[in-house]
């Protein structure tokens, strides 16, 4: 290892967002030093292959919603592997049966899943005024707007699929951002996505094209990637205590090693271990984030006997009152993620409304996923080939109304520590575009103020 004095930066935490700023570091000549807990890189992101299938215990996909995603991917020189046309199609489970989420005019006007009434009253929701509550939550807007059967039916299945999350506990302008500005920016969702499709793209914006990606053979080839080019030297693994001492501005010790910068980019649970210089007012301002805990269950079947699953997956809305959130079909929308004609499912469980999930047992697990299992697949008999179960404590933050004060809070530390930067899933977004984006403008920060230095 190099000698200390010669590291800049300290990075705590090696999955995406750690790794992405690693390697952005790494490009700017700037030196720096990654210290994992785990005994391995890629955080939550870990690719598993058992008996023919290939599966994620953590994330299955990202969306190349921001930039910075896409030329990662570039800078790397590997491609991204696209999800096929069928991850289009979304599946909502209303009174017994799956119906297809509307993806037009003709589809919207036809499905069951909404109501008549909320079709009819969602041709006004061009001439909606804007909310005024900064805070209001994503069930008051949606009902304000649209009513309650988008509530129920699109938005309530779509927060359980990416957040394992509760609607009306979300706050709109930092859960879904993007969604928040429609309505601020242009009075109306409908009318917002209209006039911004009709904006010309730089070169830069053309590249968010919102496409499903993963990797060929799995996400973890991107983290071996990434994990090559930062340099394993770079990296200390199984760091299990690793406090940071603050020795004044610009000044840190992490394990006798000492830093002009920290980024950070654990949990919230984990700060106040982490940083014990840190004021307590603000670290418990921070801690209030609330994590969905959740449990996911991969299911590989070799021969699979149930229905066409063509799409995406499913997703179960809250007043169905069923024992699970949603399902993925990985081997569906990837390559050789099962045998030939098998079938990989990734089943989510738990979640905010039902966070007692995570205590139970694998016999109770089963318990209630088989009759569900072979309920929604119509699956003649339930014998999966390959069945594992993990479980997320701090699976998904929460962005709730704690929030402002949140970020009010990290504000103020990194004022009060120079050199500190607060980073991770605990602000500006929890998917793994978000992760790359909130990387790279940190390195792209610390590169600034390296240049600044000199």
């Excluded at 996909?61 to 930039?67: C, D």
């Excluded at 995603?69 to 017994?96: M, T």
């Excluded at 993806?103 to 919207?108: C, H, I, K, V, Y």
């Excluded at 009306?168 to 302008?173: A, G, I, N, P, Q």
Aim: glycine share 10%; charged share 25%.
């Amino acid at each position: 290892m190099k000698n200390s004095t010669e590291t800049k930066v300290a990075i705590i935490g090696a999955g995406l967002t750690g790794l992405t700023t690693a390697f952005y570091l790494k490009k700017a000549g700037i030196p720096f030093h990654v210290f994992e807990k785990a005994g391995r890189t890629g955080g939550v992101i870990h690719t598993r292959y058992e008996e023919g299938f290939i599966f994620e215990s953590g994330p299955n996909t990202g969306v190349l919603s921001h930039p910075e995603a896409v030329e990662l991917f570039s800078d790397l020189q590997i491609l991204p592997e696209i999800a096929r046309e069928s991850a289009k199609a979304r599946w909502i489970w209303k009174s017994g049966k799956w119906v297809p989420l509307p993806s037009g005019l003709a589809s919207g006007v036809t499905t069951p899943l909404f109501t008549f009434r909320d079709k009819i009253r969602l041709l006004g929701e061009p001439f909606r005024k804007p909310g005024k509550d900064p805070d209001e939550t994503l069930k008051e807007m949606v009902i304000r707007r649209m009513g309650r059967s988008f509530l129920d039916y699109a938005v309530d299945p779509f927060i359980l699929g990416i957040y394992s999350g509760d609607p009306d506990k979300l706050v709109t302008r930092y859960a879904l951002p993007k969604l928040y500005r429609l309505e601020q920016d242009y009075g109306s969702f409908i009318l917002g996505t209209v006039k911004k499709a009709r904006i010309p793209k730089t070169e830069v914006e053309k590249k968010v094209t919102r496409e499903i990606f993963s990797v060929k053979g799995g996400l973890e080839n991107l983290i071996d990637t990434l994990t090559e080019a930062v340099g394993n030297e770079n990296i200390t693994l199984n760091c299990e205590k690793t406090d940071v001492e603050y020795k004044g501005e610009n000044r840190f010790s992490v394990r006798g090693m000492f830093f002009s910068h920290v980024v950070s980019t654990t949990p919230a649970p984990v700060l106040a271990e982490l940083f014990p210089f840190l004021p307590l007012t603000q670290l418990r301002t921070i801690g209030k984030l609330e994590y969905a805990k959740v449990v996911q269950v991969s299911l590989g079947f070799r021969k699979w006997a149930g229905i066409a699953n063509n799409a995406f997956g499913g997703l179960v809305p809250s007043l169905e009152n069923r024992g699970i959130l949603g399902i993925l079909f990985p081997s569906t929308f990837l390559s050789d993620r099962a045998p030939v004609g098998g079938a990989l499912l990734s089943v989510f469980m738990g979640g905010v409304r039902k966070p007692e999930m995570i205590e139970a047992s694998d016999e109770k697990i089963i318990s209630i996923l088989e009759p569900e299992l072979k309920e929604m697949m119509q699956l003649p008999d339930f014998s999966p080939d390959l069945l594992r179960i993990f479980r997320y404590q701090h699976a998904i933050p929460q962005y709730g109304k704690e929030s402002q004060a949140k970020l009010e809070a990290i504000e103020t530390l990194e004022r009060d520590y120079p050199g500190l930067i607060l980073a991770g899933n605990i602000r500006d977004g929890i998917g793994m575009a978000d992760r790359i984006r909130q990387g790279k403008i940190t390195a792209d920060k610390l590169e600034t103020r390296h240049a600044a230095s000199q």
